[in-house]
């Protein structure tokens, strides 16, 4: 079944380490996104890619990083320059860029202990 | 920029009442509108979606939503809750052309009473 696959699904970190969240989609679309979820903050964009080797700066794209090397995979790195990375993270992805519904991925929650 | 406002945090129902879930939006132009379901620590599933045409829209599990221009809303219903419907919901906007991202509300968390 076609769909978007996030993991790892619970996640700990230290202060001061990086890690890396993986999104892989086999729907074939074009668009990939990053979203993250705080209670009663609802969903905030970090970054998205309309195309493989491009991707923009969302709302809270500070202390992030992403890559898009192929359409498949659009993996997000939370660097140690985030302030408070303790969230639940979304992935999701559209056929079409400029349009279109968001199908998701499970999420990925992080910890910072 | 384009906003959506869901002005109830949490609601709460009992099995068999109607609901309807309220969601505002911002944007002078005519925007296209989503609604999505969470459950606890999952993803979010699209309940309905808006583009254009008749302003009744339905969608998955028995829910429906309407768009009114007018009111710059495109509230939720469902006439007859399920326990399975616990839930959270959140209602998005996007514009078409523009730079490829939906906004989202804060959310509403549905209880439901047996």
């Known amino acids: 079944d076609g769909g978007i696959t996030q993991s790892p699904k619970y996640l700990f970190r230290k202060e001061g380490q990086n890690v890396t969240l993986s999104c892989e989609q086999n729907l074939n679309h074009d668009a990939m996104y990053w979203y993250r979820q705080d209670p009663g903050q609802g969903l905030r964009l970090i970054y998205y890619s309309q195309i493989v080797n491009d991707f923009q700066k969302g709302d809270i794209a500070e202390g992030y990083s992403v890559s898009r090397e192929k359409k498949e995979s659009f993996p997000l790195t939370v660097t140690s320059a985030q302030k408070n990375p303790t969230a639940f993270y979304l992935c999701?992805?559209?056929?079409?860029?400029?349009?279109?519904?968001?199908?998701f991925g499970e999420g990925s929650r992080l910890t910072v202990l | 920029a384009q906003s959506v406002t869901q002005p109830d945090i949490h609601i709460t129902v009992s099995e068999g009442a109607s609901l309807e879930l309220r969601c505002n939006y911002s944007y002078g132009a005519t925007p296209y509108l989503f609604w999505y379901v969470q459950s606890p620590g999952q993803g979010l599933q699209l309940l309905l979606k808006y583009f254009s045409g008749d302003t009744l829209v339905q969608g998955i599990k028995g829910f429906e939503a309407e768009f009114k221009r007018s009111q710059s809303s495109f509230n939720l219903r469902k006439p007859s809750v399920h326990w399975s419907d616990a839930a959270e919901y959140f209602c998005?906007?996007?514009?078409?052309?523009?730079?490829?991202?939906?906004?989202f509300g804060t959310g509403t968390r549905l209880q439901v009473t047996l």
């Open positions: 999701a992805s559209r056929l079409v860029p400029n349009t279109g519904e968001l199908f």
């Open positions: 998005a906007v996007g514009v078409t052309g523009t730079a490829s991202k939906l906004t």
